[in-house]
């Protein structure tokens, strides 16, 4: 079983659809929980940071955790045809980066 | 644009030529990252920087050699590299190990 699994995709929808992105894990000792957005030939951009677990939102993104679970999720709504990327999610513990995951990302088409 | 900056952007080289790659941020961040994207595939971490010194090098081999010349510079030498190792290397930067990581848009190198 890998450490983080994700949904490769693609996944598509339509403009305006509400997206849905989650990400289950095996290490208890996660902690630390992001969203990245990567688009074609460019570096990955932070979107979402949560500590521990509960609810963050920021615009029209919203970052779930639920620890019990092992289970994340990125919420996005309204979506339009420039959130067309690649999104990864990562974790980590709290051993002094000794132990940074990334998910294997998910490919996410908006169409128009 | 990112506040982490990567030079070249696109470099082709010969399996004999000596090159380095360069990364800079100033954010005031304590710790430095390389990592090595395939494509369709998540960034894989090569080494850590924490306060200039060697925190972790994920058994890289030694034709790669990174280097830190001070909090805001990054550097990675590269020599006699083989055609697997073409991929787009990513430098990023936290403000100490565990927080969230910030990425540059990496340098595209192609091994002839």
């Known amino acids: 079983q890998k450490e983080v699994e994700q949904d490769p995709g693609p996944l598509s929808v339509p403009e305006g659809a509400i997206v849905s992105l989650n990400c289950t894990y095996s290490n208890s000792a996660f902690q630390y929980f992001m969203w990245y957005r990567q688009y074609s030939r460019k570096g990955p951009e932070l979107l979402m940071y949560t500590y521990s677990s509960g609810n963050k939102e920021d615009g029209r993104f919203t970052a779930q955790v639920d620890k019990s679970s092992k289970y994340i999720s990125l919420f996005i709504r309204d979506s339009q045809p420039s959130d067309s990327a690649t999104y990864l999610c990562a974790m980590s513990d709290d051993n002094y980066g000794q132990n940074f995951v990334f998910g294997p990302g998910t490919r996410l088409s908006v169409l128009p | 644009d990112t506040e982490v900056t990567q030079t070249p952007k696109h470099l082709v080289m010969g399996m004999t030529n000596k090159k380095s790659l360069k990364c800079e941020q100033h954010m005031g961040h304590r710790a430095m990252y390389w990592y090595k994207q395939k494509a369709k595939k998540p960034p894989e971490l090569m080494f850590v920087y924490s306060y200039e010194k060697l925190s972790i090098n994920e058994s890289v081999p030694s034709r790669f050699s990174p280097e830190c010349p001070n909090s805001s510079l990054l550097n990675l030498h590269l020599h006699a590299l083989q055609p697997e190792d073409s991929a787009l290397y990513l430098c990023?930067?936290?403000?100490?190990?565990?927080?969230?990581?910030?990425f540059g848009d990496g340098t595209r190198l192609s091994i002839l």
């Open positions: 990023a930067s936290s403000q100490v190990l565990d927080q969230p990581q910030h």
